[in-house]
């Protein structure tokens, strides 16, 4: 089964290591048609982050200097912490007024780090009725094809379950393809992309590729510092403002394991603060020694609560998260709950309190990024 | 000249890049003393890192490995943090009365990570009064000899500035003379190392090396996230209320680039907190958008002060803490000051608003980790 055939490969026939003959072909198909096509469409999924952003920008640089047409149209806008990588303001959020004539006329669309194909919203239910080709690269697990017959939608399919980043599998594609050297501008955006999923070489998922590929941007002039400065300490005086609230209101049950906290709508009003600035507050509570479980509620809209939690890698909490309604990642999980937050605490802590119970029985576990 | 000739390589002849003549010559005869040796101490500074601890365990290791008599006695105690590490409790506090017989009979020691040597305290002491032969694996600016005649002490002397941590030359060390592949025990000290002296790959240090030793580490079985939870996520419960107590007392100058706090002696108190807890702190303020220069000042014994200062990387600030008596790096400096806080940050704020308002005309810097 070859790409470029016609046919469409299954999510269920993977996962496929990087260098098997199915992804080589994979690319070699692919190549043909990025060289064929006139016109090319970028997109990723809703509320970008730095893999997709960063896979987007690279690629779009490669295609301008190969005088593509080439534009990058997302659903949703680019966290502002990214707008550092886009000095040509090539971020275009899409608008099917100004926009649907020009995706219709695409030769190609590159779809990156999309995982549940509904989350490319407008600029997918566009690109389907107007049957442009698509091509995804990825290394998330595939959803989202229901309405598609279950079936995924790309012409070229380049999957690869165990790449640390979708900018790894950019990387190697343009390694193998493109004739220049990568430029400084693509090499950051690649490695803003790889810090950001790996957690900054954090994360379980960082192999000896997210190294290599490490030590290749290094070589293309990458100053890790540079990004990491624009990427990590970026940190709103609201959300540190908030984070004293979050300090002053922590929680702790289950003999210290578990550490809680909720977030009132009129917290964040008295810190000046918004759903934004709670980004990774889950995140530092389980930094704190001995808690396993990190628990964060955030009231939105009144009697509505968004719950986020976090394992340090012994306990898989996203079972929970189901429970709620929601999913995610083993160690890294959350729900949207339409029920207040005293509710949603007084539902998932005795569960959260008998999981931490297990602890002495269960070994250690691992953290696989996202 | 090469080492084991009874010469000693003075630090003005370095840097040294890693695989120099004199490098590779250095570690040979390095090679032989160990073959040679029977009892063998093994050291660091005081209050040692990650990169001293992970460096002296792992080589620890290596050297019991080998049937050699060998200890570790370091002139304060490990931070809790690194205690994971020693699974063996081969970590020991040098204790003149129980140790200097021991010592006096060694055939070799080692230190690591010193730069200064003063700072082996009473071992560095008791070294020199019985005449050990010494070696140093190092990677920082040599200082300390004044009372030596300004001649580094050392007949083994691997020096290399260049390396992105101590742990770096111990690994290449072990990868050209061990038989044996590294230990996963042996494998984590070294990670261990490795990520705290490069920030976790975020410091401008790190370099193809750092990421080549990473991925050789993972293939000795090093899951990075077991080793980031242990050593980041260790945090004291009352360095969160401290954070907290931070965060409410933060203050800023010179347009926001300048962010500032003083931590009195009744703050630490009421958070029931130490100095211990302080730490980080100047970089957490540093992570705060548009703030360039970080300045923490904590109270101690009434009327002297800690100061702790921090760059983004466009503005060096050593300088400043020169000023006040102190010293470090371009972008991480700091200074103890028999003055009460109101009075040295009076003295600091002009000078960092000055610097400041250069910014304009400054290029971009980098951050050299330490």
């Known amino acids: 089964m070859t790409p470029g055939s016609g046919e469409v490969v299954m999510a269920s026939s993977y996962p496929v290591p990087p260098e098997t003959a199915y992804m080589k072909a994979a690319w070699r198909a692919f190549d043909r048609a990025i060289q064929a096509a006139g016109r090319i469409l970028l997109s990723t999924h809703e509320n970008p982050d730095g893999d997709g952003v960063g896979s987007q920008l690279a690629f779009c640089e490669h295609l301008k200097a190969l005088d593509r047409e080439c534009r990058i149209l997302n659903c949703t806008a680019v966290p502002t912490i990214y707008e550092f990588l886009d000095s040509h303001g090539w971020l275009e959020i899409y608008d099917p007024k100004r926009d649907e004539e020009w995706l219709a006329a695409c030769d190609l669309a590159v779809v990156f780090d999309l995982g549940d194909f509904r989350r490319l919203k407008a600029v997918g239910r566009d690109l389907l009725r107007h049957k ?3 091509a995804s690269i990825d290394h998330h697990h595939q959803s989202g094809f229901e309405e598609l017959g279950g079936e995924p939608p790309y012409k070229y399919f380049m999957l690869d379950y165990s790449a640390p980043s979708t900018a790894t599998l950019v990387w190697q594609y ?8 990568l430029t400084l501008t693509m090499a950051e955006a690649l490695y803003t992309a790889l810090i950001t999923d790996t957690g900054s ?7 000896e590729r997210a190294h290599l590929m490490a030590i290749d941007l290094i070589k293309a002039g990458v100053k890790p510092y540079r990004v990491h400065r624009r990427v990590y300490e970026q940190r709103e005086r609201s959300q540190v403002r908030l984070l004293g609230v979050l300090t002053n209101n922590l929680q702790y049950s289950g003999d210290g394991r578990i550490g809680w906290c909720a977030l009132t709508q009129d917290m964040l009003a008295r810190a000046d603060a918004t759903q934004k600035d709670v980004d990774g507050f889950s995140d530092f509570i389980r930094t704190i020694k001995d808690v396993e479980v990190a628990v964060l509620l955030t009231e939105v809209d009144g009697d509505k609560t968004k719950v986020s939690l976090r394992s340090k890698g012994t306990l ?16 890294a999980s959350g729900a949207f709950v339409p029920r207040p937050w005293q509710e949603v605490i007084e539902t998932i802590r005795p569960l959260l309190e008998e999981k931490v119970k297990t602890m002495d029985a269960v070994g250690e576990g691992s953290n696989n990024g996202g």
């Open 132 to 134: 442009v080709v698509l």
């Open 174 to 181: 343009l390694n193998a393809y493109r004739s220049e050297p």
């Open 201 to 207: 070489f954090r994360y379980d998922n960082t192999d």
């Open 316 to 331: 898989a909490i996203n079972d929970v998260a189901v429970k709620l309604g929601g999913g995610g990642h083993p160690f």
